[in-house]
């Protein structure tokens, strides 16, 4: 059974940090391209960060560049997002995405993650 969890959220204040954790089992992780998305109240889902199989890349969309950082550990199956320097705007239900390297159409999400930035 194919699963992703992700952990970590909670709440923090502006300039403060938050690790997030995503982790992968029931299929070969390593074989994924792994991505963060998050969706904020009353807006559509946004792509945040991704990194390929063996973390040779990564990408991030251009408001958290300088602030979050996505890695991988392909030996616990788990995906990683250290988020600092935090806004207000940063507040967002956070999912971990499994995409397969060659085949989009094997695609898993996780359940999602509350992160709340309020002072």
């Known amino acids: 059974q194919v699963r992703l969890v992700e952990s970590g959220g909670g709440l923090a204040e502006p300039g403060g940090s938050l690790r997030l954790s995503c982790l992968a089992s029931g299929f070969p992780f390593v074989n994924y391209v792994m991505k963060w998305y998050r969706q904020a109240p009353q807006k559509g889902r946004e792509l945040v960060a991704s990194i390929t199989n063996f973390a040779t890349t990564t990408d991030y969309v251009d408001s958290v560049k300088g602030r979050f950082t996505i890695s991988r550990d392909n030996t616990k199956s788990t995906v990683y997002l250290q988020m600092n320097s935090l806004k207000l705007e940063d507040t967002a239900v956070y999912y971990c995405?499994?995409?397969?390297?060659?085949?989009?159409?094997?695609?898993?999400w996780g359940q999602g993650t509350q992160v709340t930035v309020s002072s």
């Open positions: 995405n499994a995409v397969h390297w060659r085949d989009s159409q094997r695609n898993y």
